[in-house]
């Protein structure tokens, strides 16, 4: 199966935060990725499979690298861990650090904007939890 025959995943939105994000993935520091459940919901998608693979597109839309999901989990937000935060790559040290960060996006103008509102962050705020593997770059 090519990379044109994969569904895609886009990371933030596109600059810095993604650029940074497909770094990390292909310099092997990221292997794990949050969405938001209200999100998937919104857009009418399905929470992905484990096992699932994905075609993670760069800045200009371009395919980057293929990954493969090798555990997915929909969870509170409370339940997230520091090492779960730490295979973020993104360099954050605990869980407070990835909770701040990943509270800033999802309340950002971009996914507001998308949603139609602002979306609640509390501890039973649900998000879906994504460890995943290279599989190739490219």
């Not at 009418?44 to 980057?64: I, M, N, Y």
């Not at 509170?76 to 973020?88: C, K, L, T």
């Not at 509270?103 to 602002?118: C, K, N, R």
Request: aromatic share 8%; proline share 6%; glycine share 10%.
């Amino acid at each position: 199966m090519g990379h044109a025959d994969l569904p895609t995943l886009e990371l933030a939105f596109p600059g810095p935060e993604r650029d940074r994000g497909v770094a990390a993935i292909l310099n092997g520091q990221k292997t794990a990725l949050t969405g938001l459940l209200e999100i998937f919901e919104h857009a009418g998608e399905e929470v992905p499979q484990t096992g699932q693979r994905f075609s993670v597109l760069d800045s200009e839309g371009r395919p980057a690298v293929t990954i493969e999901l090798v555990d997915v989990r929909v969870v509170p937000m409370s339940e997230i861990d520091d090492d779960f935060a730490q295979a973020e790559g993104r360099g954050y040290s605990d869980v407070a650090e990835w909770r701040a960060a990943h509270e800033e996006f999802f309340q950002s103008s971009g996914v507001s904007e998308f949603l139609g509102h602002t979306p609640v962050m509390d501890d039973d705020t649900l998000v879906v939890a994504e460890r995943f593997r290279m599989v190739e770059p490219g």
